[in-house]
């Protein structure tokens, strides 16, 4: 049982990406994880995207306060703007503070 | 901008499904969200499975206590049995409180 993410913020984000543009994207995502794994407070990411273009990624910070630094991040806020014209039809963001954390894994 | 799930319990599941019964796991999976959007508190899900077996479901709820409620429900625990003996290679869970939440769509 893993209690890793009890009292760490949890940053919930699920969009459905255009068709536009693969390559931008798939460059701006991986310089945004790397950005993201080196900002103080990181503690990680899970993040899966379907056939059908929706994504989930959910990433885990020390605190609100790291989340909310990596959000006003200048590099961040100027990529999100770019994820706005070309990348996506829509996205939702939830912040949630983690009460409980489990993990199995099999023998 | 929707504020719709503040105040929400998440909870994130994160698994990695073994290559078995894959009709047994869509049949269940099938019944246990139905299960799920039946019981009181339920706000909803999103959920989404990679092409590496990786899957991310959140569900969503009123509260915590509608969360651990759906936790307990017999048929949920039994079909929690099977995944571990069938379908999963691993997973993790947490229960999280959102404090804030913003979405946007293309004009």
Do not use: C
Request: glycine residues 10%; proline residues 3%; hydrophobic residues 40%.
């Amino acid at each position: 049982m893993e209690q890793g993410r009890t009292g760490e913020t949890a940053v919930i984000f699920i969009a459905e990406r255009t068709a536009e543009d693969d390559a931008g994207y798939a460059a701006a995502a991986a310089a945004m994880d790397a950005l993201a794994a080196a900002q103080p407070g990181y503690r990680g990411i899970d993040s899966v995207r379907g056939g059908d273009q929706v994504g989930i990624t959910v990433s885990y910070w020390a605190d609100e306060a790291s989340a909310v630094a990596w959000r006003k991040h200048p590099e961040h806020a100027a990529i999100r703007e770019a994820g706005r014209e070309r990348w996506y039809r829509w996205y939702r963001l939830h912040v949630a503070q983690v009460g409980r954390s489990y993990g199995w894994e099999r023998p």
